[in-house]
């Protein structure tokens, strides 16, 4: 049973910066992609930055400010954010997919950009 866990949410000052973590544990096949996903109160889940194969792909809104990364021994990947802005806030999902397509959500953290 693959099971994905978010870490590192929280309540953070316009300019600051945060870090997220998610470990994926449980799969038995190789992992292609990892990524990060945002959904905002009232809007649709939108990409923020996925890496593959050593390639990384960032949403316009997001470039120059967050940058992705990946542990493959450990099967984690990490959204380092910072500058952040009030309209970063929102709950934040990583992705999973596996060979074959298979692919695996975790459960959110919530991110939350206010003075």
């Known amino acids: 049973q693959v099971q994905l866990v978010e870490s590192g949410g929280g309540l953070v000052q316009p300019g600051g910066s945060l870090r997220l973590s998610c470990a994926a544990s449980g799969g038995k096949l190789s992992i292609r992609t990892m990524g990060w996903y945002r959904q905002a109160p009232g809007k649709e889940r939108e990409l923020v930055a996925t890496t593959s194969s050593g390639s990384t792909n960032y949403a316009d809104s997001v470039k120059g400010r967050f940058t992705i990364s990946r542990d493959n021994a450990k099967n984690m990947v990490y959204l380092q954010m910072n500058s952040l802005k009030p309209e970063d806030t929102a709950v934040y999902y990583c992705?999973?997919?596996?060979?074959?397509?298979?692919?695996?959500w975790g459960q959110g953290t919530r991110v939350t950009v206010s003075s």
């Open positions: 992705k999973v997919v596996y060979v074959y397509g298979l692919e695996y």
